[in-house]
């Protein structure tokens, strides 16, 4: 348990650091951007993304369930299970990438017809597709061995380099973007960093795992090896078509139902949730890995504790997401790119619930995800097939509105009432009440301490409008008292809190005295 941790720690510092080395360079790139580039460029790239995010929903499942059966090798130092493993990964991934690649050149050929309506040109179209399908297609065809990093818990690895050339890459783009407002220079700068970064985290990989041997002409005999690679990834595809369905299309669907300038709108509150969610993953994010080995252990005790102690820190941050999202991002967009950036407020609440729910919801995918459980296809299909339908109806009429109440009913169906209960009748074999009996005090919690805090802060003698300076005191004041409120009360009520409070002294400790 010791090494898990301490694994989770180096993660968690290293994600940090270069979270709030990314967040500066976002937040000021943005502006940059839209100013010398424009709103609609901006809006094309989100679109193109989510367009490739499509064709990508060919890998879907690969990747979850190839990490799922490293965990038992890794555990046991198994290296010729390893590299099997990913031999066969490599095989599978060589032919997902010609896919992808013919795919995309179809979809291309349609351009002319689906930006008709657009005034930038299709030559800086297709040369902005082209490159970031590139760089996608990097991932497939050489990157795909960065999944034994995740699945040995050394994500900060791939944090280091990945994150180093992504700031740099900012840095040359800002620069190139204020000098020439050229769009192809900064597509260019997109994929050249797209190889490099490819490159140095390879020669880390090889340097790490000096013994790692891939072959992926030994593929096709590997499938027959590990039939039950294939029979799991089929089930983990739907559940990732339903994630992406839910979570990736936003801006495509705004494009479709709205404009692309509001792709661009939308997108300025996304960078903002974004940021805060990456800041807790920064912190949480690590703990994956962790509970599949934890699982393979077979500690059933010790998993109810994890488990617990990860549901309260879920819902902790969930709320703090949200209260956060509300309180203070629409006078920091203001201040930001303007007060014509400032969407409706009702986006703002939809947006809010929505995050709620999907943040909250960590600690049982991350268990589900470490017991293999995605026998359940129909649930996939059941929330799929509610979120599109009610996406399309409700999108046509009230536009970003109608979106985020697909994605919001579907959740409620599958994600809060149906994955608790498989989780605990199938993974855990124990009765779903006790999930509830202790899972329904942190939403008590959460919404209590929310609507406290939006109350008491409404006293706070400070206009965040006014300046950018009143907005950081505005801000830094109403968190303060959220966290002292929301930790108190979930520290005295909440299941698993004092437990994981008791961890975290402990680690402190240990650290002290090192």
Request: overall charge positive; some cysteine; proline content about 2%.
């Amino acid at each position: 348990m010791g090494e898990r941790v301490h694994k989770s720690i180096l993660n968690a510092e290293v994600n940090l650091i270069f979270y709030f080395l990314s967040l500066i360079c976002a937040f000021f790139s943005r502006r940059i951007f839209l100013d010398y580039l424009g709103a609609e460029f901006i809006g094309l790239t989100g679109t193109l993304g989510n367009i490739l995010g499509y064709l990508n929903l060919a890998e879907l499942g690969i990747t979850a369930s190839i990490g799922y059966f490293l965990f038992k090798p890794l555990q046991m130092g198994d290296r010729k299970e390893i590299q099997n493993i990913l031999s066969l990964l490599g095989y599978l991934y060589d032919r997902i990438g010609l896919v992808i690649f013919l795919g995309a050149f179809i979809v291309s050929l349609f351009f002319p017809l689906i930006f008709s309506h657009t005034t930038i040109g299709l030559g800086i179209i297709y040369f902005a597709f082209y490159s970031f399908l590139g760089s996608s297609l990097i991932g497939y065809f050489i990157n795909y061995r960065q999944i034994l990093l995740t699945a040995d818990q050394k994500n900060y690895l791939v944090a280091i380099y990945f994150q180093s050339a992504n700031i740099l890459k900012i840095i040359l783009q800002l620069f190139l973007a204020y000098i020439y407002q050229n769009l192809y220079l900064w597509v260019g700068i997109e994929f050249l960093f797209g190889i490099i970064g490819c490159i140095i985290l390879n020669w880390k990989i090889n340097k790490e795992y000096p013994w790692l041997q891939v072959n992926k002409s030994q593929g096709k005999s590997l499938l027959k090896q590990y039939p039950e690679v294939i029979a799991k990834t089929k089930q983990v595809f739907i559940h990732r078509i339903k994630d992406f369905a839910l979570i990736k299309s936003d801006e495509l669907f705004i494009f479709l139902f709205v404009s692309l300038k509001m792709v661009a709108y939308y997108g300025n509150y996304m960078i903002v949730v974004s940021k805060f969610i990456t800041l807790f993953n920064s912190i949480t994010g690590s703990v994956g890995a962790s509970i599949g080995n934890l699982v393979a252990e077979g500690d059933k005790k010790k998993m109810m504790k994890v488990f617990w102690e990860y549901t309260t820190i879920q819902h902790t941050i969930a709320a703090t997401i949200c209260f956060s999202l509300y309180a203070f991002i629409e006078p920091f967009i203001a201040h930001w790119l303007g007060a014509e950036y400032i969407m409706d407020h009702r986006i703002l609440i939809m947006l809010m619930f929505f995050l709620y729910i999907s943040n909250s919801r960590g600690s049982v995918d991350a268990f589900n995800y470490a017991h293999g459980l995605y026998a359940d296809v129909w649930s996939a299909w059941t929330e799929l097939i509610l979120n599109v339908s009610i996406t399309i109806i409700a999108g046509l009429k009230g536009g970003i509105l109608g979106i985020l109440l697909g994605k919001i009913v579907s959740l409620l169906a599958i994600v809060v009432l149906w994955k608790p209960y498989y989780l605990f009748s199938s993974g855990f074999n124990l009765p779903v009440s006790i999930y509830w009996k202790g899972v329904i005090r942190n939403y008590i919690i959460s919404i209590s301490t929310f609507a406290l805090s939006i109350y008491t802060i409404q006293y706070i003698p400070i206009n965040p409008y006014r300046s950018i300076w009143d907005w950081g005191q505005y801000s830094a004041i109403g968190l303060v008292i959220f966290l002292v409120l929301n930790l108190s009360t979930t520290l005295l009520f909440a299941r698993g809190a004092k437990d994981c409070f008791y961890r975290i002294k402990s680690i402190i400790y240990r650290n002290k005295q090192k």
